[in-house]
């Protein structure tokens, strides 16, 4: 696949729409502008991964890794602003997300799942996304576009069987989730050729064969197809509201960060479209200047879900995913190569009689998930002890485990 970003010193003076971030968002409203005959630019701060370029081993995932946080009230950053994970940690709650053109979708699992009907029926969601008739639809765009597919029944690997003995213990059926994934050659609805799958197991550390289908290969591409155009390393920091109408989009080079000058460029554009993540698009709204500042600062957020009331003996039971077993011990596969597609099996537990979260019948699904290549070999021999406090065994079902 050819690259799709353009040389940052491209970048025109005025667009009709600036799209801030390339993930699930920002790739959409991208695609869905630029097929409207509109001038686009995406600005995306991470940098462009090909089939190919991502990390094949520790040392080289080492490089891609970003860590900021607080210490002390005082705020650190460690690693590249550009590596590809970005971790931020925080006091109890820890998030990685994706820095590259594409987004988290670079190196997350691809499972192509809808929400289950109970999690709009929260009143902590606005009355405009739990009554918009159109999700169904939007629903089906999507799978139009990504195109996912199972796991094949001729691939029968043991830690599907494993997680089958898993759910049987709890009466629960295993069924083969939908993944972003090309298990035969393919040319995507983006028109971008994809070779098959090779099940080398490297979905979540950043796919080198081309047979994932990310942001960056689907939507993204179908942009640049209609004319858009696409920049990284632009870390947008502020968006001003202009007097004339419009707006303008501020922001610096990443590349030249840590040198004595930092170019700051600017753009203006009729549309803006700030899909920079959960944290990125926050941190953007606070500059905001002008008729919406006001609005930005009083914008509630989406209420606590109810889940988070949940007690101790659910916690518990979610995190045992199914630990009761005549073997005495839980079981969360990690296996080695020859390895399969990251996660393809699922496991939904309905709720029990009387359990309630919140006014919301409780419920979950459960999937087994895959330790890509590029971790070290003694990971999971790492993290056996913590796994123990938490009702579970970790164990290995591949020929060469702990990779």
Known sequence: MAGLASPIGELRPAYDAVVVGSGYGGGVAASRLARMGL???????????????FPRDPLAAQRELQISGEVLGRPYHVGARSALVDVR??????????????????????????????????????????????????????????????LPDTANPLKIANLERSAAAL????????????????????????????????CMGGCNVG????????????????????????????????????????????????????????VTARIVVIAAGTLGTTEIRRFYIGPF????????????????????????????????????????????????????????????????????????LERQGEQPGQHPPGHPTAIMPASKTRGCTLWASGERAGR
Request: some cysteine.
């Open 171 to 202: 009466g629960a059926a295993v069924t083969r989730v939908p993944l972003h994934i090309a298990f035969e050659p393919r040319t995507n609805a983006a028109g971008v050729l994809q070779p098959a799958c090779t099940l080398c197991g490297d």
């Open 89 to 150: 940690v925080g006091d109890d709650v820890h998030v990685v997300q994706g820095c590259g053109l594409g987004g988290t979708s670079l190196f997350n699992a691809n499972v192509c799942l809808a929400p289950d009907d109970r999690v709009f029926d929260d009143a902590a969601w606005p009355a405009g996304v739990r009554m918009d008739r159109a999700l169904l639809l939007g629903y089906a765009r999507a799978r139009g576009m990504l195109q996912p597919e199972r």
């Open 211 to 266: 047979a994932k289908t990310t942001v960056h290969s689907s939507y993204l591409a179908d942009a640049v197809a209609f004319g858009a155009r696409l920049f990284t390393e632009a870390g947008v920091r502020s968006v001003e509201r202009l007097r004339q109408g419009g707006w303008r989009v501020l922001m610096t080079d990443i590349a030249a960060l840590g040198t004595r000058d930092i170019p700051v460029r600017a």
């Open 39 to 53: 001038a686009v630019a995406v600005l995306e701060r991470g940098r462009e991964f090909l089939p190919g370029d």
């Open 293 to 364: 500042a006001e609005i930005a600062e009083k914008e509630d957020h989406l209420a606590a879900p109810a889940a988070e009331g949940v007690g101790d003996e659910r916690r518990r039971d979610e995190r045992r995913a199914a630990c009761e077993q005549d073997r005495g011990g839980g079981e969360v596969a990690v296996t080695g190569r020859p390895q399969q597609a990251g996660t393809f099996g699922g496991a939904r537990f309905h709720e029990r009689v009387g359990e309630r979260v919140g006014e919301q019948r409780a419920g979950r």
